[in-house]
């Protein structure tokens, strides 16, 4: 099966889709560490990539629809794979779906995490990520101890993205091109929504509950 998890910046797909990639064996791809990886590179691309990302605009849909083509033309990716951070426009929805038809594979079901934006403020700005492992976590409501952590704390970074400044505009970036595929994943009865706003455990859950009952 191939998953969407969808939701604002800072909603919690990242860290929904790791659980599910475990426990489902599903291959993760998130389009923000894919272009991260490439800024990591320090290529001409790359220092694109970052002056757009830090900007809170998007990456154009070329980039993102060449990356995503390279991923669904894998065969050891076919029909496992879970996508966080895409589609984030229209455009990019429509691509997926012609790429998925020329790959004859298709989308089992969208989940998509709803967050008051006050939430979604508080959890960008308390965002920590390990530079070690690539865990997640958050100095107000997830901070990392010696119980879900095994790095040093020294590790722990944050995303050059992640500034006060730079949220508002991510967040209207979100409003204005990645709300409207809400309507498009409606239209084809993928949806799933759910409160994105409590604990992880219990959101979790949730999901969990709903993707067992596609398997079964
Ligand atoms: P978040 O969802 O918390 O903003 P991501 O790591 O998914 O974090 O994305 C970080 C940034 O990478 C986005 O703000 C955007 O600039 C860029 N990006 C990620 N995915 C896409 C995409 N599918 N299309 C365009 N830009 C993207």
Redesign the pocket.
Known sequence: MNLIIF?????G??TQSDNLSKDFSLIKI???????NEIDKRSELGKK?KD??D???????I??NNLIQDILSEKKNINRLIF??????LN?AKSLELLLNKFNQKINCVISLSVEKDIIIKR?IG?QICSKCGLTFNEFFYPSNNKNHDCDLKFLVK?T??QESTIMT?YD??LKQSLPIINFYKEKNLLHEINGSGKIASIYKEIYAIISALKG
Request: no cysteine.
């Open positions: 939701g604002a910046p800072g909603s797909k990242g998130s389009t923000g560490d894919l272009l991260r990539i757009t990302i900007k809170g605009s998007l990456v154009s849909d980039i993102i966080d951070g895409y589609p984030r426009t990019q960008i965002r995303r993205d992640d991510r970036t979100y």
